[in-house]
Structures are given as structure tokens and as C-alpha cells.
Nanobody, 121 residues
Framework: QVQLVESGGGLVQAGGSLRLTCVASGRTFSTYAMGWFRQAPGKEREFVAR???????GYADSVKGRFSISRDNAKNTVYLQMNSLKPEDTAVYYC???????????????WGQGTQVTVSS
């Protein structure tokens, strides 16, 4: 069982930066792929970024070059550095864990409660 707790969301102006943090419980964190997903009002949850146990990363086209995912296995923590934020990045951001290399949300077994990111224009 893995429990995930996100933090770091908030209100930021367009062009600004935020760093999201997700802390996981459990001793097997390093064996999981970790993903960030987001859901805007009235929209489906969508993939943002993921990092495998091997530290290989992947990004949605909409955030490539602006967002960066990283992990610290010693701290059971995954980060999402978000730069050059746009109003369309406004959403609730969720951290997820799964034993998968896929980016589809149904492959991730464990989810955090989400953190709100709001980007004003």
C-alpha cells in the first residue's frame, strides 16, 4: 500500500513558476513509476509527466520544455517543477504511483488527494 500527499499548489501569475511535491509512504517507493496528472473543471483528467524507477522521464506535449519531473528515492519524494506557467495550466494536480511504464491513468494504482494550481492572466 502506498499513500501519497501532494503540496506546493497555489495562485501564480502567467509566466511564473511553482514546484509541486509529492511524498509517498512505504518502503518500496523506488520500485514505482510516479506520475503527475491534472484535471481542469469540466475536463477529463490528463497526463502531465511521469518518471520511472530508472529515472526515465516522459512529458505531455503541452508541458514539454516548461515542466520537469524528478524524484528523490531517499526521501520518498517526487517533484514537478513548473516554469513559464500559462492560464491553461490551471487545474487540480494529482500525484500517482504505479508499476507501469504507461502514461494512461488507469495503470496507476495509488493517488494523492490533489493540489490546486491556478494561473492568472
Amino acid at each position: 500500500q502506498v499513500q501519497l500527499v501532494e503540496s506546493g499548489g497555489g495562485l501564480v501569475q502567467a509566466g511564473g513558476s511553482l514546484r509541486l511535491t509529492c511524498v509517498a509512504s512505504g518502503r518500496t517507493f523506488s520500485t514505482y513509476a510516479m506520475g503527475w496528472f491534472r484535471q481542469a473543471p469540466g475536463k477529463e483528467r490528463e497526463f502531465v509527466a511521469r518518471i520511472l524507477w530508472s529515472a526515465v522521464t516522459g512529458y505531455a506535449d503541452s508541458v514539454k520544455g516548461r515542466f520537469s519531473i524528478s524524484r528523490d528515492n531517499a526521501k520518498n519524494t517526487v517533484y514537478l517543477q513548473m516554469n513559464s506557467l500559462k492560464p491553461e495550466d490551471t487545474a487540480v494536480y494529482y500525484c500517482a504511483a504505479g508499476r507501469t511504464s504507461d502514461t494512461a491513468s488507469h495503470f496507476y494504482n495509488y493517488w494523492g488527494q490533489g493540489t490546486q494550481v491556478t494561473v492568472s492572466s
